[in-house]
């Protein structure tokens, strides 16, 4: 999708400063007036570069709250009211992301079962319906579903007369959290379900025709018979705004999409994501969609409920690894798969159906016992989306450390992290050449910044920047974040030697 382009505020005209106690006063007089908290770091240089970010004007009035170590050491280089909790937004991930490499691990596959309530005929005919068992995988695109109709093809399946049925128990039936009223078709508020499809959203494509006056042309991906779509959208000289409203059917078969405006004639084309508000059901449609394109023929008909018991395997499919979604999760910050981890964790956990408060039990007991929160840490959702959340910058620090030196999981957790200026949702920012892989997070109000910078002098440094109640429009209180994280990678120390990295390292 499109990013705003807006840029950042003209540099304040500030007379000199008579001396460096002077300039030292002023920066402690508006450090503790932007935060209450007093500023403590250790080194004059990354000091200098916190006491230029409290100075920006972006920040006025906001509580900041920093903290910067060395990732190998673990010693502290900068620290500002770095205990203070608050509200992370979608660096609230990098919790999920650390319980989920250390519980399941990198390589781990979550599973897919497919049933029928009797073993299918010599022909290849199930006469009942197809299960589909869910267990809360995220991934389960579009093209894992074409596979997983290859696979049921290949076990022998031709055709299925009883329609599909979906037993999505693994999960509770509650798909959007209370938090995030009010909820939208938005793609962001994504409903998670034990068997869900394409991140429970989908696109919709609008084609601008040659001709002005004629119709615009409505394509959605996937083309599954889940929707039904009542367009007025005439191509003309000059667009209007495209309204879009989403509706479940009567008959709770899928939804009506209606879309109204206009579009600009001469082969322009549009595109938006919208999520699906029965997301058992539209998984369902798109699996029927994959079966039929391997000509295995579904008849009509869904059922939601628990799998019989003596059911007949077909097939088991495994989807993506733990390692490859935390890379979705963290690159694109995927709200989708934070919500389907965190109550995967809590299903595990509790042995009850998974649901946003046994998962975030589950989340905060992981996290407790490798001793990385703090006393206030509020862990309301996976995502972030909720403002009940609270988290201090020191305990994100901690987290990050922890994670990104296991052994088993840090390369992971590390690659999983934007990329400055290269890639997910850094690829616009800090394209300065400073190696930085970080987290980002946003809210109305809210910007964070968290993750590992590599110094020019080689040093790994891992960092928290928290904003909440910043006024100064997202942009320039992202750039006052980006600008800090680049100064502290050109004006830390040298790393130290490397054996004496590996003896701070030993027990």
């Known amino acids: 999708m499109p990013r705003n382009r807006v840029p950042g505020p003209a540099w304040l005209s500030r007379p000199a400063l008579s001396s460096p106690l002077t300039q030292l006063a002023v920066t402690l007089s508006l450090a503790l007036f932007l935060t209450g908290a007093p500023l403590v770091h250790a080194g004059d240089e990354p000091g200098g570069a916190l006491a230029k970010l409290l100075k920006k004007r972006a920040l006025r009035g906001a509580r900041v709250g920093v903290e910067v170590l060395d990732l190998d050491s673990g010693e502290r280089l900068v620290s500002h009211a770095a205990d203070q909790e608050l509200v992370p937004a979608s660096n609230q991930k990098l919790l999920l992301a650390m319980a989920a490499l250390r519980h399941w691990g990198p390589a781990h596959r979550f599973r897919t079962a497919i049933y029928s309530e009797e073993p299918p005929d010599e ?33 022998g ?17 509650v798909h959007t959290h209370s938090d995030w009223n009010p909820i939208s078709s938005r793609a962001y508020h994504a409903r998670v379900s034990a068997f869900a499809a394409n991140y429970s959203s989908f696109m919709i494509q609008i084609d601008g025709s040659e001709v002005l006056g004629d119709p615009a042309r409505i394509q959605l991906s996937p083309s599954a018979d889940y929707f039904q779509v009542r367009a007025k959208i005439p191509s003309l000289a000059r667009r209007s705004k495209i309204r879009l409203d989403l509706s479940p059917l009567a008959d709770g078969s899928g939804e009506v999409l209606r879309l109204r405006g206009a579009v600009r004639g001469g082969g322009s084309s549009r595109s938006y994501w919208r999520s699906v508000s029965l997301p058992e059901r539209y998984a369902a449609s798109v699996l029927r969609l994959q079966l039929e394109a391997h000509d295995v023929r579904v008849a009509p008909g869904f059922r939601l409920g628990k799998l019989p018991e003596g059911a007949h395997l077909i097939v088991e499919f495994d989807g993506h690894s733990v390692a490859e979604i935390v890379r979705l999760l963290n690159k694109y910050s995927n709200n989708f798969i934070a919500e389907q981890l965190l109550k995967g964790l809590g299903a595990e956990y509790s042995g009850e159906p998974g649901s946003w408060k046994n998962g975030a039990d589950a989340l905060r007991d992981a996290l407790k016992d490798l001793e990385v929160l703090g006393q206030g840490t509020v862990i309301a959702d996976g995502s972030g989306l909720s403002p009940r959340n609270r988290i201090s910058p020191r305990s994100l620090v901690q987290v990050i450390r922890t994670a990104a030196t296991d052994f088993d999981s840090g390369p992971e957790f590390l690659a999983s992290l934007p990329h400055g200026g290269l890639d997910g949702t850094l690829e616009d920012r800090i394209k300065n050449g400073a190696k930085v892989r970080a987290k980002t997070g946003h809210l109305r109000h809210v910007a964070a910044l968290s993750g590992v910078v590599r110094s020019d002098s080689g040093r790994r440094i891992a960092f928290s920047v928290l904003v909440n109640g910043g006024r100064g429009g997202r942009v320039a209180v992202d750039n006052a974040i980006d600008a800090f994280v680049s100064q502290i990678a050109s004006d830390s120390a040298p790393a130290p030697s490397e054996d004496a990295g590996l003896a701070r390292l030993e027990p």
């Open 123 to 155: 022909n290849g005919v199930i006469r009942g319906p197809l299960w589909v068992q869910g267990a809360g995988d995220p991934s389960l695109v579009s093209e894992l579903l074409w596979q997983l109709g290859e696979r049921i093809r290949l076990s």
């Open 157 to 173: 399946v031709r055709e299925i007369r009883g329609g599909l049925a979906i037993d999505a128990s693994y999960f509770d039936d």
